[in-house]
């Protein structure tokens, strides 16, 4: 290596001429705390370099250019010369540099100022906010950063020989990029500190707000996500860049990458098992992991190898999902810089803000989800259904089809009236969760309003969706365990599909409705049919009309006698509901009681007819006859909290004793948990009256469950007694009941006596009481006192008993 002092000498010489000649022509009053905060800001940054990284391309520069702009603007180039002079000695000094570099580096500084005011003598004078100053101040530091590339070159070229293109490049390109961008950062920053002395303090968070602004306005989506991604590998100038986050409400674990290559996804972030994640995510990290090829375990290096990097930063995302998410940074893209430790301190402040752009998108996500969900089942709501159907029918419009199947509980009101709503809630969930397990994998299950349901059906035909409603009805018709009871569940189904029966959400729903209703009422899983339509218009009105009807005497009833099998007594009447509507006509009592039933007038038809009951039975006495009245009672009037007081009232609005009445349940109702382990059957027979099961053998009850309750008597379903007179195994099973309710103590009535055949076997197997058209036929009030003249007689009263008696005449 050559003599060095030789062109230090010659630059140190060169820097103290061309200074004096220049310099003192630039000469301005000494504004010492000006010069010395010109001092501290190049002291500062003398000490930093950084890497200017471009793609892959690094060009390593110091923010010193952007001092200089401020020193040539604001104390002139005399005094920002030896400022700087004075920095770079202190700095070298401090960084124990051999003479001849301190004395070459000083002579350097002060020849860029020297230069720089050179240029700027050569532009007419003008005020700061003037363009021609901008350019001036430009041209001026372009030239003092040439000047100096020029004299590194040459001492460089006299100690060690020729120089390569490489210098050139980097000493030169960069400075007509950072030239122009001091000199705008250096005017900006003038110029908003005269007119804001403090509005410096400002500027340093610009970058940092500039990142937080990009990712914590983002939206919920895939885009607002990728958006984060992007802004995190733009600040950090990596290579690759991905995100993963945990399952969230009904949306999957999403692995969102960034890359020039535009892969979706590699292997390594996507893996809960992966080694540098779990060490990220663990909790033991302080802070975001740093792992380095070059610095690596074999471990480590085999993580890094099933990525392709070489350097890597990792750290934990928070989310609301529970499960922390991880975000990871592969390599930078300068083919110089690899991550430090700077790095990772940049990371850690990003990652505040990363961390609340997440929880900004899942709190959107959150709103977004309980909008089209129901909060008690989790299921989709109305208004998610009718937007999933459109965008289904939507997509083929011409061929797509879609079955809809609407499905309400039974039993949904009485338990809610008997358990109350946490019960009923229970039960919901039951529901949801049966029909999650039995609908096909295809279908979108939603939860309406109240006790109903909908399962959609992606390209069924009606047939198709007839017969998965058929089986889904099947398949959920069990029972469940609801707030320590085991109560029945079952739906009553409605059935729609299109295109047949709509090409919209808001059609095809409707008339899933409408077969709803109808459903309802028969055989529990029905189809929309246009006749329908009319049917729910008229039982709307209906239900509208019904008390009115009862006080208008529209509803009233009829009287089937029954009669005692051994003395032919007539032991009570049956009471009867009709309804003979002034435009409809006769209704039928099925169909206005469920509707009562439906619509919350049960209770009312019940007192309504009790009333009428109790009225005929009270001309009786006051006749002197003793001739008791049966009323049926629904299931769901035993689930009324003021049911035994409204009977024990009308008994005594009537002045009838009460066991002259006798209500009839139905088996269904009886042997229900929630009124099996209620007080109302027994509450009932307290007030005297009678208790009678209906239709048994129908249902699903034994004898022995009977033997717990307050039961008095049983009446044969009548489809056992029509067929005895020709099937051995309906008179089997008659006998059977007949016996094993005298064994109980129950008194047994056979419905359904049309023939002398059937009563005579009746009567051989001890049966107490017959009804049927044998007897007589359900009459009005008017007919029954006719057919009681023409058809009976009156025996004296019985010893002890205070009314004479009515006996059918043979």
Known sequence: MRQPWVP??????????????????????????????????????????????????????????????????EIGGLWTAVARGAAVVVVLVRQRYVPAKTVFNVALAVLEVTAAVAVLQLFPESDL?????????????????????????????????????????????????????????????????????????????????????RVEHVGSDEDGTRRIVDAVRELLN?????????????????????????????????DPDDLIRRR??????????????????????AALARRGAEDLLAAPVATAAGEPG?????????????????????????LTHVNAAIRQQQLLTQIKYDADHDRLTGLPNRQRLAVEIDALLAADPVAGRAGL?????????????????????????????????????????????????????????????????????????TRARVAGLDLEVTLSIGVAAAPVHGTDAGTLMQRADVALLAGSGSSGVASYHPVLDQQSLRRLQLGTELEQAMAEGQISVVFQPIIDARTSDIVSVETLVRWAHPRYGAIAPDDFIHLAEQIGRIGLLTDHVLDLALA???????????????????????????????????????????????????????????????????????????????DFGTGYSSLSQLRQLPIDEVKIDKSFVLGMSTSQGESFIARSIIELAHNLGLRVVAEGVEDELTRNLLAEMGCDKLQGFLVSRPLPDERLESWLLARTGVRSAAPGAPHRRLFVRT
């Open 8 to 73: 230090i000498g010659s630059t140190a010489v060169a820097a103290v001429v061309f200074g004096g000649l220049v310099l003192p022509s630039a000469w301005t009053s000494l504004p010492v705390l000006a010069v010395l905060a010109m001092f501290v800001a190049f002291v500062a940054t003398e000490s930093v370099k950084l890497d200017l990284e471009v793609r892959r391309q690094t060009f390593t520069v110091t923010p010193i250019e952007l001092v200089v702009v401020i020193g040539l603007v």
């Open 129 to 213: 906010g003037s363009p021609v100053t901008w350019a001036a101040l430009a041209v001026a530091i372009t030239a003092a950063d040439v000047v100096s590339a020029v004299c590194v070159a040459a001492i460089i070229t006299l100690t060690d020989g020729r120089l390569g293109r490489r210098f050139w490049i980097d000493a030169l390109v960069p400075q007509f990029v950072i030239g122009p961008l001091s000199v705008a950062a250096g005017v900006a920053t003038v110029l908003l500190t005269r007119s804001h002395a403090w509005a410096w303090l400002l500027i340093l968070p610009v970058l940092v707000y500039e990142f937080a602004r």
């Open 238 to 270: 990596a290579d690759r860049v991905a995100l993963w986050l945990p399952p969230y409400l009904d949306e999957g674990p999403r692995l969102v990458v960034a890359s020039d290559d535009g892969r979706g996804w590699y292997d390594g972030p996507g």
């Open 280 to 301: 990220a995510t663990d909790g033991w990290a302080d802070g975001p992991v740093l792992v380095s090829l070059a610095r690596a375990t074999e471990a480590e290096a």
């Open 326 to 350: 991880y975000l990871e940074i592969c390599d930078r893209r300068s083919d110089v810089v690899s991550f430090a430790d700077g790095d990772r301190a940049a990371l850690d402040s990003m």
């Open 405 to 477: 199947i609407l499905a309400a509980l039974d039993n949904y009101t009485e338990v809610t009236d008997t358990l109350g709503h946490a019960a009923s809630d229970e039960l919901l969930l039951v529901t949801a969760g049966l029909l999650r397990e039995h609908a096909p994998p295809q279908a979108l299950v939603a939860r309406m309003e109240g006790e109903q349901f909908a399962v959609l059906l992606p390209g069924l035909s009606l047939a198709a969706t007839e017969r998965a409603a058929r089986r889904l009805r099947e398949a959920t018709s």
């Open 616 to 694: 005929r039975c009270r001309k009786w006495l006051d006749q002197d006859i003793a001739l008791s009245v049966s009323v049926n009672l629904s299931a769901r009037c035993l689930t009324e909290p003021d049911l035994v007081d409204r009977v024990r009232r009308a008994l005594r609005r009537h002045g009838v004793p009460g066991e002259l009445l006798t209500l009839e349940l139905t088996e269904g109702s009886v042997v229900d948990d929630s009124v099996r382990s209620s007080t109302v059957l027994a509450d009932l027979h307290a007030l005297g009256l009678r208790l009678s099961m209906d």
